[in-house]
């Protein structure tokens, strides 16, 4: 069973940093594209970040140079280097990937809190 599980999340003052990982495991053949989405309350869920499995990343507006995905391909870790965090950044962060195991499937992890405020 493939599974994502986030980590990182917690509460940060305005200004600070955060660094959410992502663990995938399981009978897992290769990884593909990576991404990052939020969903904050009341809200729908939105895309923050992602990685392709070659490397080009693509960002929101909002985070645009204050966040960095990254990815450790022998570890099957993503990461979210969350830099100038704002209050309007809380929100619960879900990882997402595209796995192949005998064919390919999009998965989802948990999600992880991350409260920005003071």
């Known amino acids: 069973q493939v599974q994502l599980v986030e980590s990182g999340g917690g509460l940060v003052q305005p200004g600070g940093s955060l660094r959410l990982s992502c663990t995938a495991s399981?009978?897992?053949?290769?990884?593909?594209?990576t991404r990052w989405y939020r969903q904050a309350p009341g809200k729908e869920r939105e895309f923050v970040a992602r990685?392709?499995?070659?490397?080009?990343?693509t960002y929101a507006d909002s985070v645009k140079g204050r966040f960095t995905i990254s990815r450790d391909n022998y570890k099957k870790m993503v990461y979210l280097q969350m830099n100038s965090l704002k209050p309007e950044d809380t929100a619960v962060y879900y990882c997402?990937?595209?796995?192949?195991?005998?064919?390919?499937?999009?998965?989802w992890g948990q999600g992880t809190q991350v409260t920005v405020s003071s």
């Open positions: 997402n990937a595209d796995i192949l195991e005998s064919r390919w499937s999009s998965r």
């Open positions: 399981g009978n897992i053949a290769s990884v593909g594209d």
């Open positions: 990685l392709s499995s070659g490397g080009h990343t």
